[in-house]
């Protein structure tokens, strides 16, 4: 029960024993005070019709005197009336039975009344001649008493009815303080950091809303400082002081982290951009110059890349830029370096004093896993290409003939994304996520989805997904793979959460957002809850959208996650507001843990801390190796995925059985 209440049954309580008290006291004093009278009333009466009777008995004259008691009798409130003689022999009596009417008979029982007989003796001048009994009737004291009882509970109803609002009132604004400090102790659950600035008037209250106020501005300041360590040490190990972009190393974590797996589901472009001449631009106009090209490079690098999903852009030299570009065709690498080159030479005719000829784009595309040193090799013999070609130029090309087994264009692609869609041809696959602690307990099973060429070629979801956001198909695709999804029967496997990648694009279709929410309020309560995945790289892009669909989603009681963490240098803040269930560090970190003189484990340990101090859930993708494992177990990691503990297998016989 809330302070509130408890307070305000307490008034009541303290009312009613207060009322009660009062209404026992008021009732004994009155009944008291109606004896007394019926007392008093009885002997006044018969000590006057005893005198005016008194001649008459001298006379033995009874008809008069039985005329008189008659007339006494029937116009006072009487029970009984008896002359008796000195022998106590009745003369004459008069009796009424008592019948009390508006009254009820459990009062009557409840609170007795004491009618006390009044006697007066009759005598002619010395000589006594007999005695007269009156007895009044109690029927007037109690209907007396009775409205005397009945007005004062109205009374006291209302009054109390009155002092009860007033105190629900004054309770509401004297807890008022107390409401917020409630709210802002849930705040702090919730990771909002919320501050009272109006202090109470009340002396103790000020003093606890200024101890939460205390409380948490600490809090926040811990939150913020573990924040600042994870990014300080990411960016120091990770990022390019000046430009703000990834150095070697990241870039070095990217590619290796795409690379790892099959042939069949591997592909992307490599670009190296490379500024002419920046020491000699150096030496003539100074470094500072220098630095402003090079950050002003660094920006056209990243607005002419930002529409591509997952780009790992570097400064890994002086002069020179790598954009990793995994999942995309070469259409769309040429494109990024007609963007770039023409911010490049954008740079050249702007009158900010950049030579004529600023810098090249040389490229590859592969469709295969490629070392990062033949990628680079291969890319840097483009970019000598594109240097003979003339200034401000960019060339790009496949590094093996293996590509051309792809589609081309846009065309191609869209024609066999409507072929998929018309014909439902996506295939499912299922990878387990495991609590570190217990590789045989699962956390959730996470989705992932293939489509098949005609070639027979295998086509993973990061290749085809970027193409379908592209052509505008992309709320169709997540919604056939929703639908194959929410359709599996893995109750016989204990699975309780099934994970489903989805674009932050789809979001943005109405239809889509309709057909989702309704689908999931007709989940029967037995099937598995969904969790919706996110890349952070398009998370962030698109936070305000992703923030009201989480709560959304947790309303009907599922949830949302952030795969590939770290991977973008995303300020952590945002973790606060979109509070998701968990986030899987990329694989980029976590490869690094197989090399003795890997130091991400640091980074790791801040993000972890950073993570569980908001109530997330942190997991490890890409875990391969024992060693790994155990380096992850010491940083107090949630979860593990990778080829160590399952690995993508197609959900045949898990759809089967849902058919």
């Not at 024993?17 to 009062?22: A, E, I, P």
């Not at 001298?58 to 008691?69: C, G, H, K, R, S």
């Not at 008659?70 to 022999?89: M, P």
Request: aromatic share 8%; charged share 20%; hydrophobic share 45%.
């Amino acid at each position: 029960m809330t302070l509130y209440r408890q307070l305000l049954a307490f008034i009541f309580i303290l009312f009613l024993v207060l009322f009660t008290s009062t209404w026992v006291v008021k009732l004994q004093s009155t009944r008291i005070f109606l004896e007394d009278q019926l007392e008093s009333h009885a002997q006044d009466t018969a000590t006057s019709l005893g005198l005016s009777i008194s001649p008459y008995i001298a006379e033995n004259d009874l008809a008069t005197v039985e005329t008189m008691i008659n007339a006494v009798f029937d116009r006072g409130y009487y029970s009984r009336i008896v002359l008796v003689n000195l022998d106590d022999k009745k003369l004459i009596e008069r009796k009424l039975e008592v019948v009390i009417s508006d009254v009820p008979a459990w009062f009557i029982q409840a609170i007795p009344l004491q009618t006390p007989a009044a006697s007066a003796l009759i005598s002619s001048g010395w000589k006594q001649m007999g005695s007269l009994h009156v007895e009044s009737h109690p029927g007037y004291a109690y209907k007396t008493l009775w409205d005397a009882t009945v007005n004062m509970a109205r009374v006291y109803a209302v009054t109390g009815l009155f002092a009860l609002i007033l105190g629900v009132v004054g309770l509401r604004l004297l807890l008022r303080p107390l409401r917020r400090i409630e709210q802002q102790a849930e705040d702090i659950c919730r990771k909002q950091y919320t501050f009272q600035a109006k202090l109470p008037r009340t002396r103790e209250l000020r003093s606890v809303v200024a101890a939460m106020n205390s409380m948490t501005g600490k809090v926040k300041q811990m939150f913020d400082e573990q924040a600042q360590v994870a990014e300080r040490l990411r960016k120091n190990t990770y990022s390019d002081v000046l430009t703000g972009l990834g150095n070697r190393r990241y870039l070095q974590g990217q590619v290796a982290a795409r690379m790892d797996g099959d042939d069949t589901s591997v592909g992307g472009a490599f670009l190296l951009v490379q500024l002419k001449d920046l020491l000699e631009l150096n030496q003539d106009k100074g470094y500072q110059y220098g630095d402003q090209l090079l950050q002003t490079v660094a920006e056209n690098i990243r607005e002419s890349t930002r529409y591509l999903k997952n780009a790992a852009l570097a400064r890994i030299s002086g002069g020179t830029f790598a954009i990793f570009l995994p999942d995309v065709t070469e259409e769309d690498a040429r494109h990024a370096a007609t963007a770039i080159t023409g911010n490049l030479e954008g740079l050249a005719g702007g009158g900010v004093g950049a030579p004529e000829n600023v810098g090249h784009v040389g490229g590859v595309s592969f469709d295969r896993v490629v070392p990062i040193g033949l990628l680079l090799s291969e890319a840097d013999r483009m970019l000598s290409a594109a240097q003979r070609q003339g200034p401000n130029a960019w060339a790009v090309g496949p590094i093996s003939s293996e590509a051309e087994e792809l589609p081309r264009g846009q065309q191609e692609w869209r024609q066999i994304l409507e072929q998929v869609l018309s014909n439902k041809s996506i295939v499912l696959f299922s990878q387990s996520v495991v609590q570190s602690g217990n590789l045989q307990q699962r956390m959730h099973l996470e989705i992932l989805s293939r489509i098949i060429l005609e070639t027979g070629r295998m086509i993973s979801a990061g290749l085809f997904i970027p193409l379908a956001e592209r052509l505008r198909c992309i709320s169709a695709i997540d919604r056939l793979v929703l639908e194959m999804a929410m359709q599996i029967d893995c109750g016989g496997r204990h699975i309780t959460e099934l994970a489903v990648n989805i674009s932050p694009s789809s979001l943005k279709d109405a239809d889509f957002v309709s057909w989702l929410t309704t689908s999931l309020r007709k989940l029967p309560s037995t099937a598995p809850r969904m969790i919706f995945e996110f890349a952070e790289f398009n998370a962030t892009r698109e936070m305000t959208l992703l923030q009201g669909f989480t709560r959304e989603v947790k309303d009907l009681g599922h949830s949302v996650g952030l795969d590939h963490f770290g991977q973008s240098f995303a300020n952590f803040g945002y973790l606060k507001s979109l509070q998701p269930k968990y986030v899987k560090i990329d694989k980029a970190f976590t490869d690094e843990l197989k090399n003795e003189e890997g130091d991400s484990n640091f980074f790791i340990g801040s993000l972890v801390s950073v993570a569980h101090s908001l109530d997330i859930l942190v997991i490890a993708e890409g875990v391969e190796e024992e060693k790994q494992l155990q380096i992850l177990r010491d940083l107090n990691i949630d979860g593990i995925q990778g080829y160590l503990v399952d690995q993508p297998a197609e959900l045949v016989s898990c759809l089967e059985n849902s058919v």
